[in-house]
T-cell receptor
Framework: NAGVTQTPKFQVLKTGQSMTLQCAQD?????MSWYRQDPGMGLRLIHY???????DQGEVPNGYNVSRSTTEDFPLRLLSAAPSQTSVYFC?????????????FGQGTRLTVV | ELKVEQNPLFLSMQEGKNYTIYCNYS?????LYWYRQDPGKSLESLFV?????AVKQEGRLMASLDTKARLSTLHITAAVHDLSATYFC?????????????FGKGTKLSVKP
């Protein structure tokens, strides 16, 4: 089992460019989410999905789009990159239910916008 | 707005000492999560606390949850260098276990010989 896989691991973008961060999970988890981590800020929820075709906004959704066409994949799109989006991005998946509901995290994508 | 506050944010300990990290949250929630993050790495789940009064222990770490006080604690017993990491608590954004978490800012723990 690979768990949660994020690609790429590192990326440098120029201001105004767009890109998609990929996230895939092979655990058949129902729920997936995206976070960004900035120094001193902890992790902040960007968008999440409670199932294929269903997404919603988190704490800091502006400048990002998501879609969930399959259970396995949950890509995050940066529409027009800005230096403020320089961050480490983590994708996570969760089985849901009543027990063992912790989120499993990918290895992260370190994004720099210049 | 749901807020999760941890303190302290930085903690420097000597090996062998005990200490407690506190996590307060501002909404009713019946579960709370603790994660560990090593520098440059991803997050690793430590504990899932599912109800009021829940207590879980793993090695030198013990976590507890008081939902009435909206408080969780992570107690470190006889710290060792390997425990040096950043520890995060988190709660579910809308109360359900759907993986959309609100995190505290983290407690950076440094254990010195």
């Amino acid at each position: 089992n690979a768990g949660v896989t994020q690609t790429p691991k590192f990326q440098v973008l120029k201001t105004g460019q767009s890109m998609t961060l990929q996230c895939a999970q092979d655990m058949n988890h129902e729920y997936m989410s995206w976070y960004r981590q900035d120094p001193g800020m902890g992790l902040r929820l960007i968008h999440y999905s409670v199932g294929a075709g269903i997404t919603d906004q988190g704490e800091v959704p502006n400048g990002y789009n998501v879609s969930r066409s399959t259970t396995e994949d949950f890509p995050l799109r940066l529409l027009s990159a800005a230096p403020s989006q320089t961050s480490v991005y983590f994708c996570a998946s969760t089985r849901g239910g009543q027990m063992n509901t912790e989120a499993f995290f990918g290895q992260g994508t370190r994004l720099t916008v210049v | 707005e749901l807020k999760v506050e941890q303190n302290p944010l930085f903690l420097s300990m000597q090996e062998g000492k005990n200490y407690t990290i506190y996590c307060n949250y501002s909404t009713t929630s019946d579960r709370l999560y603790w994660y560990r993050q090593d520098p440059g790495k991803s997050l690793e789940s430590l504990f899932v606390l599912l109800s009021n009064g829940a207590v879980k222990q793993e090695g030198r770490l013990m976590a507890s949850l008081d939902t009435k006080a909206r408080l969780s604690t992570l107690h470190i017993t006889a710290a060792v260098h390997d425990l040096s990491a950043t520890y995060f608590c988190a709660v579910d954004h809308y109360g359900g276990s759907q993986g959309n978490l609100i995190f505290g800012k983290g407690t950076k723990l440094s254990v010195k010989p």
